[in-house]
């Protein structure tokens, strides 16, 4: 099914027509499994956004709630007070698309009046507001699957398919979030790698993307530095992972993923550039 090369977006837009685009991440948070706490001045958040937009990253996503196993909520006001000045200050300040990493309705509102152009939302439109605030505002929206909360969803996860329960669930997530206004061409797709998956459910989904990207929808993939690939590797750190990110990267948009979602933006684009020239995109 064939999908628009260009999403318009309040204000910008995302030009897919040479293939897979790169996500950075800046958590400004003290406590995300990988770089929490190293952005949580406003300064140094605002530094890192426009390093990451000027190595490529086509958006910068901003997130202000760690969603690691076992984290707990942050309160909407905490949320926004980490992170609305940041979003304020790259949208401003760079030509990258801005994107708030929440599941908060109040936190997105504060966002998107404040420059953010994308809602990625970890519970997939969970918050009953958060459909029609999207539809309202006209951003984009990422719908990813996770199997509980953070705070317990590597307790047991356990599917049967867990392809085919994914790929269902955000199926009727999309069609919800149509319900409710959302144009399709603004809706992405997000299997949850290591969200309330074990490290064999993670290996299923990624062989089984293809699934994903036939879906109708933009899919996004975030796998940068977590677990699953120190298993494989015997990294124990999660920034020693950015060669085991990389090959991940690389196999993900040679399938046709849209979008990864990465720490390391420049080592990442290198892999995109090289995926797309030998797919001849």
Known sequence: MSIDSIVQLPGGRLDFSGGCLVMGILNVTPDSFSDGGAFTDFDAACVRGVEMANLGAAIIDVGPESTRPGAARVSADEQISRSVGVIEYLSKNTDAVVSIDTRDAEVALASIEAGAQIVNDVSALADDRMGELVAAKGVGV??????????????????????GEVL?????????????????????????????????????????????????????????????????????????RVFGTAATVALA?????????????????????????????
């Not at 307790?155 to 398919?161: K, L, S, T």
């Not at 992405?188 to 879906?215: C, M, Q, Y």
């Not at 948009?253 to 797919?279: F, I, N, P, Q, Y």
């Open 142 to 163: 990422v719908l990813m699957h996770m199997q509980g909360e953070p705070s317990t969803m590597q307790a047991n996860p356990v599917y049967g398919d867990v392809v």
């Open 168 to 240: 269902e669930f955000l199926m009727d997530r999309a069609e919800f979030a149509q319900k409710c206004g959302v144009e399709k061409r603004r809706i992405f797709i997000d299997p949850g790698i290591g969200f309330g998956k074990t490290f064999e459910h993670n290996i299923e989904l990624l062989r089984g993307i293809d699934s994903f990207v036939a879906s109708g929808y933009r899919v996004l993939l975030g796998t940068s530095r977590k677990r699953f690939i120190g298993d494989i590797t015997g990294k124990s750190v999660a920034g020693e």
């Open 253 to 281: 948009a040679a399938a046709g993923v849209s979008l990864v979602r990465v720490h390391d933006v420049g080592e990442m684009m290198d892999v995109v550039k090289v995926a797309r020239a030998v797919m001849g995109w």
